[in-house]
């Protein structure tokens, strides 16, 4: 950080015009491309010059950014560009606020749009060797850190940040296309940045072969490039899904799984033989069967091998046979970049499943892809691992003591206290009961076989939570031997964090016995409540649904905001009120103490995340909870515009056959 505020806010304030950032509030400004322009600032220069968005490139053909004073190195190939919007010192505070973790020994982002760290602190932010990253990738992690970060420097102007996310979003989509030509200010102002979301066409993929010399395109020759094209098109779905713009949000979420599928994440990347060599005694059909990372010689580059870092292969790779099987050319893959790869994959399988309950939409990514795919690591140990700096033996490396690589496919217990541990089981009995509610709703299936067939899939679900939960119960009992070992106040933060995830798992728990083999819409619920409410399921899932509630109770004296994850977490927290909601309007006076006192529960949750995170379902949906709970209390109905404004929100979001969820 800076000295003071006041100095942050005026290094950052880079633009000749007289404003913060150059444009008015609200406007989209140019095209941040970079042009042959030269900029100084204390005694700091450095020359912006059109060209290829790759990381060598940029270092061989730029001496000026090589020299330029930036305390991270890994920010050199994107100064050129993100220089025109803030200062390298305010680069450098984003990037470290976009890896800084909630507390120390803690490995989970402070970001409430970030699950979990794909990327090694350490590997970027190496001073020597970081990791090669594409500028797109680096300035969508500036974005990513520019939206949610609480810096001093965001509280100096009220539109500060949004500009700020307006020009980082801009670049980041100008970088992404690979655009070099200059570009008409005046036709992006007009088009506007919400248009060019729709319009950018993410489905599109650039391939890493794509040379110079196309119009429109730039080429990039880092091994890293297709996984850093997925992680920025994650990034951007993130700043587009939480402003609520569902259709072009969904897009860019399309696009990553695709690309993670294109190139084959959910396989393993051959580890052990070095090139011109195979698995010994592997039959051709094994080989196959394994993801080979595909070298050529004529693009090998003495500036490969200096652009490496400990967790990455000194060789030069041919992007576009990243994932052919069987090449006759074969060169193994570091243990940074295999698990690089399972965490984006298993970041997706996450999202995938947050996003299918949101919107009201088939799975993405099945259960089925992901069966031979290795768990990630812990992400403690994630961050702390010390890989070998010697290029040659990289590939030699072995797995760390105690790792879980052995195990493959979705769990269906925790098996530890890391937010890929409670989550992915979670989110894989998630995944088959969205499968069930799509099943119910399909048009041809008879009747009386779906329901044999949802039958049989819902007990097989119910035995899977009813496996789940002493997994969740020993999740505190588990480390309670870590804590004797470490000082008082670290002790007391880290317990504090696991019961903290112990109750968001539990809850959660809860949440997927009220979802299996029930109603979610609440429309439907209401228009047909005397039939729904007097089933034996309906009462069933109404008490998990309560549970929810008490343990959410909890939960406020850990997590008082409830602003861990919010983001992510919200959706749940949305569908958990459903059922006290229809129970307390439904039977209204006569409805039981322990669901009024539950709605009551959820409109103080809601109320506390908006003030985290804004959701304007949360904000509809806390008004539909206090319709109900006024009814209840007072015996009064509702006016008339209030039931019509009820009628309203209950008929914007729909999980029925046709319904899209959140989606407008």
């Not at 003071?4 to 008015?24: H, I």
């Not at 060019?196 to 650039?206: A, D, E, F, G």
């Not at 993670?260 to 580890?271: G, H, T, V, W, Y």
Request: hydrophobic content about 35%.
């Amino acid at each position: 950080m800076h000295g003071s505020t006041q100095e942050w806010l005026n290094d950052a304030w880079l633009s000749s015009v007289g404003e913060p950032f150059g444009y008015l509030p609200g406007d989209a400004g140019p095209m941040l491309t970079p042009r042959t322009t030269t900029y100084s600032r204390t005694g700091t220069s450095f020359s912006q010059a059109a060209g290829r968005h790759d990381s060598g490139s940029l270092s061989r053909s730029q001496s000026s950014v090589g020299d330029m004073n930036v305390k991270y190195p890994v920010l050199r190939p994107v100064m050129p560009y993100v220089g025109r919007i803030i200062s390298a010192g305010l680069a450098c505070d984003l990037l470290d606020s976009f890896l800084a973790n909630i507390d120390d020994g803690i490995y989970v982002p402070s970001s409430p749009l970030l699950v979990t760290h794909i990327f090694r602190r350490d590997s970027l932010l190496s001073p020597s060797k970081p990791r090669p990253c594409t500028p797109a990738l680096l300035a969508s992690m500036l974005l990513i850190s520019a939206h949610t970060t609480e810096s001093p420097f965001f509280g100096q102007s009220p539109a500060a940040r949004m500009q700020l996310y307006q020009r980082l979003l801009q670049l980041t989509l100008d970088l992404l296309e690979g655009s070099s030509e200059p570009v008409d200010p005046s036709r992006d102002r007009a088009q506007g940045l919400a248009t060019r979301l729709y319009r950018s066409q993410p489905n599109v993929i650039i391939h890493p072969d794509a040379s110079s010399s196309v119009p429109g395109r730039l080429a990039s020759r880092s091994r890293h490039s297709y996984l850093d094209d997925i992680v920025t098109y994650m990034h951007i779905a993130l700043v587009t899904t939480t402003t609520q713009s569902k259709p072009a949000g969904s897009r860019w979420w399309h696009t990553a799984f695709q690309l993670a599928r294109e190139f084959k994440l959910n396989r393993e990347i051959r580890s052990g033989p070095s090139q011109g060599t195979s698995e010994v005694g592997a039959q051709p059909s094994e080989q196959q069967d394994v993801v080979a990372v595909s070298t050529s010689d004529d693009n090998a580059s003495e500036d490969d091998e200096q652009s490496t870092d400990g967790g990455t292969s000194p060789m030069s790779v041919s992007e576009d046979a990243v994932v052919e099987p069987g090449h006759s050319k074969t060169g193994g893959a570091s243990l940074q970049e295999r698990e690089e790869r399972r965490r984006i994959w298993w970041t997706l399988y996450l999202w995938d499943r947050q996003l299918a309950l949101r919107f009201n939409s088939p799975l993405a990514i099945k259960d089925a892809e992901s069966q031979d795919t290795e768990l990630p690591l812990p992400d403690d140990q994630w961050q702390t691992l010390v890989f070998d700096e010697d290029p040659k033996s990289q590939n030699e490396q072995q797995q760390p003591p105690g790792s879980r690589h052995s195990r493959t496919g979705p769990p269906t217990t925790c098996t530890g206290t890391g937010l890929f541990d409670v989550l992915l089981p979670l989110m894989c009995i998630l995944g088959q009961i969205i499968d069930l509610h799509h099943l119910s709703y399909h048009p041809r299936v008879e009747r009386s076989s779906s329901n044999a067939v949802a039958d049989a899939y819902i007990n097989t679900i119910t035995q899977q939570l009813n496996e789940l939960e002493p997994s969740i119960q020993n999740m505190l009992s588990r480390y309670s031997a870590v804590y004797s070992v470490l000082d008082d106040m670290t002790s007391r933060r880290m317990q504090k964090h696991r019961q903290m995830l112990h109750c968001y798992a539990r809850f959660l728990q809860h949440l997927l016995y009220a979802l299996v083999g029930g109603q979610w819409d609440k429309l439907t619920l209401l228009e047909h409540a005397d039939a729904f409410t007097t089933t034996p399921r309906f009462h069933m899932a109404l008490n998990h649904s309560v549970a929810g509630a008490d343990v959410l109770g909890e939960l406020r004296s850990l997590d008082p905001d409830i602003g861990f994850k919010a983001m992510f977490f919200g959706i749940f927290t949305y569908h958990a009120a459903t059922l006290p909601y229809v129970a307390v309007t439904h039977y209204k006076s006569k409805v039981n103490a322990s669901v009024l006192a539950a709605c009551q529960t959820y409109v103080h949750i809601f109320e506390a995340t908006n003030c985290t995170h804004y959701s304007e379902y949360l904000r509809k949906m806390r008004k539909l909870l206090l319709f109900g709970i006024y009814e209840a209390t007072t015996g009064i109905e509702i006016t008339r515009s209030e039931s019509h404004l009820r009628t309203h929100i209950l008929k914007l979001y729909r999980w029925t056959g046709d319904g899209t969820g959140l989606g407008l």
